[in-house]
């Protein structure tokens, strides 16, 4: 059972004995500083090559040249060495891990963040109370357009964050089923659509509350009462694009599809950059399938393009 002999400075003769070579739990062996001869046994230089042992006789004037003095166990020491470079590998891969969770959490968190900037979005598809869109739009004091879905008021959160308010008419609509097309909207995100921030279903009061789009709208670009600030035929074409790219999203990208059914040039938005969101894709019916046949086909609000679906 002997694991660790240590037979130096002993002034010790004669030859290395066979003997050592067969005790299977040995793994250290130091015959340095002795008067010994002859050569090492062989089972010791194979335990050697196999890894299982580190000796050394270094410093017996007598012992033959045949192997280095001092025998280690280079084998087990490549594996150790090989050990410790896979668990660095291992700890490193941890650590990125960890910092990428880390910080895909942190950038979610700086997107929810910037998302629910102000105290009344406490969650996606806010519900506002009357009294809220009352306050919100100044007793509805500033109307900024109309439509044959109702007329729209400029309006502003409490952090002054300007929004536009879109007071509906009258609607044979339930409030469940309003409430369910509000939700469907709210899976609408795209940079060429008109973000829609939240709703009113109080009583006969049913609005919509969207962000604000500083620039108004095409119609109003393109008449010729605008005056001086006439579109170049580049930003003409980068509008057209913007919003063929909006519809695209609606009907191949939102799951249930959109169906617009009243796409116009007073439905398309231009923000300060002259970038075109689409309105009032809110105010069409969800597409439930694509063999749906309950999906009213009809006309809404007033004369606009008609999506071919």
């Excluded at 410790?84 to 895909?104: D, Q, R």
């Excluded at 009352?134 to 007793?139: C, E, G, R, S, Y």
């Amino acid at each position: 059972m002997i694991q660790t002999l240590d037979l130096s400075n002993n002034k010790l003769k004669g030859s290395i004995p066979e003997f050592l070579s067969h005790l299977p739990k040995l793994t250290i062996l130091k015959l340095d500083k002795n008067k010994l001869t002859g050569s090492v046994p062989k089972g010791l230089i194979q335990r050697r090559k196999d890894g299982f042992l580190s000796f050394s006789f270094c410093e017996n004037p007598n012992q033959s040249e045949q192997v280095p003095c001092e025998l280690k166990k280079k084998h087990r020491t490549n594996i150790h060495l090989a050990v410790y470079i896979l668990g660095f590998f291992i700890l490193l891969s941890t650590i990125l891990a960890v910092l990428w969770v880390v910080f895909k959490r942190k950038r979610q968190h700086e997107i929810k963040k910037n998302f629910y900037k102000n105290e009344f979005l406490e969650s996606q598809g806010q519900r506002f109370t009357y009294s809220e869109i009352v306050k919100i739009t100044n007793n509805f004091a500033s109307i900024i357009g109309r439509g044959g879905f109702g007329k729209v008021y400029l309006g502003a959160l409490k952090n002054e964050t300007q929004v536009a308010v879109k007071l509906l008419g009258s609607s044979r609509q339930g409030s469940n089923e309003f409430r369910n097309e509000v939700i469907l909207l709210m899976s609408a995100h795209h940079r060429n659509l008109v973000s829609l921030i939240g709703y009113c279903d109080e009583g006969d009061t049913m609005a919509l509350v969207y962000d604000y789009v500083a620039n108004g709208n095409l119609e109003q670009h393109i008449s010729s009462d605008v005056g001086k600030n006439v579109l170049t035929w580049k930003e003409r074409l980068q509008i057209a694009v913007d919003a063929a790219r909006g519809l695209e999203y609606l009907h191949n990208g939102c799951k249930p599809p959109i169906v617009h059914r009243d796409l116009k040039t007073s439905n398309i938005l231009l923000n300060e950059k002259l970038q075109a969101k689409i309105a009032d894709f809110g105010l069409s019916k969800g597409l439930a399938t694509e063999s749906a046949t309950h999906v009213s086909t009809a006309a809404k609000g007033t004369f606009g393009y008609l999506d071919p679906e």
